[in-house]
């Protein structure tokens, strides 16, 4: 049986059901992600077999030298952006992520800032709480409806592609799409044409970032290309904070150059870009 040493609580049901099956698993004991430093000791207390290691650890030659007991090195998370991939082929561990667990939980949140976004749902209770309420007003908090809204995706991968379920068979909203490759799937169920990623931003009132975070996709939406985007659109972001420059986006969000965005992720998490929270044209939750 393996020794497994997990680097931050997980939910129960996964470590149950590694114990089950007679492993032994050791999870750190600390809130908030280890340190490096922390990590690095944690690793060289023990000849662990295999690690389960978080998103927020940075994973690379040091920290996998750190334990070169463990072959097996699970990422819990969709994205593998944190992980050497090269530095572990080197040495020939096998490295996992979650792929596929968390498609349509992403989707749904996606959707949520939209649809927030959309029907300005978080102003209208920051109208309510602050008093401000004297009666129904026609002109009141006016939004948009995501049924007539053209959707552009850039990247479809699995949430991606759940992201356009939901809004074709849901909303009936129009889809396009942006990848390196034809997705026959998405154009045959849901009608999506697929464009290059700055015809996408020029047609799209809601725009959402489905692409995983590599040296290609860094500052993609760059200021360049986020003021490519309508006036009128809005930008959501559940995938990784630094595929946008936060700070343009700050910006561009400041100046109205788009109409607002909706964000899961953020550049430098958990700080965030200054500003960003001042901002009312903006939903954000915490990753
Ligand atoms: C979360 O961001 C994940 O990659 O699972």
Same mark, same amino acid.
């Given at each position: 049986?393996?020794? $497994? ?55 690379? &030659? ?14 819990? /998370? ?63 908090? $006016? ?10 995706? $850039? &990247?479809?991968? /699995? ?88 700070? /343009?986006?700050?910006? /561009?969000?400041?100046?109205?150059? $788009? ?29």
């Amino acid at each position: 049986m393996s020794s $497994i040493f997990c680097t931050h609580r997980i939910p129960e049901t996964g470590l149950t059901l590694l114990r089950e099956k007679g492993h032994t698993v050791e999870v750190a004991e600390k809130e908030t992600p280890l340190t490096r430093d922390e990590l690095l000791q944690a690793l060289r207390a023990k000849p662990y077999d295999a690690v389960i290691t978080l998103l927020t650890d940075h994973v690379d &030659g040091e920290v996998f030298d750190a334990c070169p007991t463990a072959r097996i090195w699970s990422n819990y /998370a969709v994205g593998f952006n944190n992980l050497n991939i090269e530095e572990a082929k080197k040495r020939g561990l096998i490295v996992t992520n979650t792929a596929g667990t968390s498609s349509r939980a992403v989707a749904e949140h996606t959707v949520a800032l939209m649809l927030a976004l959309s029907t300005r749902l978080d102003e209208g209770d920051r109208f309510m709480r602050e008093g401000k309420f004297k009666g129904w007003d026609p002109d009141l908090l $006016i939004g948009v409806d995501i049924s007539e809204s053209t959707v552009g995706l $850039i &990247g479809t991968g /699995a949430i991606g592609h759940e992201v356009a379920n939901i809004l074709y068979k849901g909303f009936g909203a129009k889809i396009i799409y942006s990848d390196p490759v034809i997705n026959k799937s998405i154009e045959d169920e849901f009608g999506a044409r697929r464009y290059s990623v700055e015809d996408t931003l020029k047609q799209a009132d809601f725009v959402s970032l489905h692409v995983p975070l590599m040296n290609e996709t860094k500052h993609l939406l760059n200021k360049e290309r986020i003021e490519m985007m309508k006036p009128t659109a809005f930008l959501i972001n559940t995938a990784r904070g630094p595929i946008i420059d936060e700070k /343009a986006l700050v910006e /561009a969000l400041r100046d109205k150059k $788009i109409r607002g965005a909706g964000l899961d992720v953020f550049e430098f998490e958990p700080e965030i870009t200054e500003g960003l929270l001042h901002l009312e044209n903006v939903i954000v939750t915490p990753h």
